[in-house]
């Protein structure tokens, strides 16, 4: 079975400084590993993947992500947040053996940029 | 390019009345999914399907049923709602994959059952 706990409902941040969205996954068999964005009343939009080529994943905007296996981490970091970075972000997993994407969704966290 | 389309946007319905939301997608993807997204609980699967004339339940499928006559439509049908299901639906669609494709999502279906 698969799941994913994203440690912080609500992050905090001025514009300028360092972003970190923590996440944890547990996994059965290799899992895939995604970070999806959601602006206010828009639809989901995937920031970066990890497949197992990799650790470091870079995305889109500045984000980017490491795959910890030993700590069986994937925490979204970006050096400088901008304004435009307010949003929910969603940590998902999928198992990357199974003919079928099943995605398995964190509860989000909140990223809040101050001016 | 469209991508996922959802159809209507917002709607509020009174307890026992029936709706039908329509997702489309111009992608050609195999894979659709409905999903439902309430506060603090990420989203969450209702049904899905891996191609046209067929579909499987979620992890939520209980008052809802789906259909994918075509393979760009799947729609999401609510036979006598409940105010339990006020909630944001999302669709999504993908391409067969081992777990490692990206899905791509609609706008959100705000529904609201007083």
């Known amino acids: 079975a698969q799941s994913v706990t994203q440690l912080d409902s609500h992050v905090s941040v001025s514009e300028g400084t360092p972003v970190l969205l923590r996440c944890n996954y547990s996994?059965?068999?290799?899992?895939?590993l995604f970070w999806y964005v959601q602006h206010p009343n828009k639809g989901l939009q995937l920031l970066l993947k990890y497949t197992s080529a990799a650790t470091l994943v870079k995305g889109i905007n500045g984000f980017e992500a490491e795959f910890k296996k030993s700590e069986t981490s994937f925490h979204l970091t970006k050096p400088s947040a901008h304004m435009s970075d307010a949003a929910e972000y969603f940590c998902v997993v999928s198992p990357m053996n199974t003919g079928f994407q099943k995605l398995v969704f964190g509860t989000g966290t909140r990223l809040l940029v101050s001016p | 390019n469209a991508g996922v389309t959802q159809t209507p946007k917002f709607r509020v319905l009174k307890t026992g009345q029936s709706m039908t939301l329509l997702c489309a997608q111009d992608?050609?993807?195999?894979?659709m999914y409905w999903y439902r997204q309430d506060p603090g609980m990420g989203l969450r699967l209702i049904h899905y399907?891996?191609?046209?004339?067929?579909?499987a339940k979620g992890e939520v499928p209980d008052g809802y049923n789906v259909s994918r006559l075509k393979k760009q439509n799947f729609l999401l049908g609510l036979e006598s709602a409940a105010p339990s299901q006020t909630s944001v639906y999302f669709c999504?669609?993908?391409?067969?994959?081992?777990?490692?494709?990206?899905?791509?999502f609609g706008q959100g279906t705000r529904l609201t059952v007083v």
């Open positions: 999504a669609s993908s391409t067969p994959g081992r777990g490692n494709t990206e899905a791509f």
């Open positions: 399907s891996v191609g046209e004339g067929t579909t």
């Open positions: 992608m050609n993807h195999e894979y």
């Open positions: 996994s059965s068999y290799s899992p895939s």
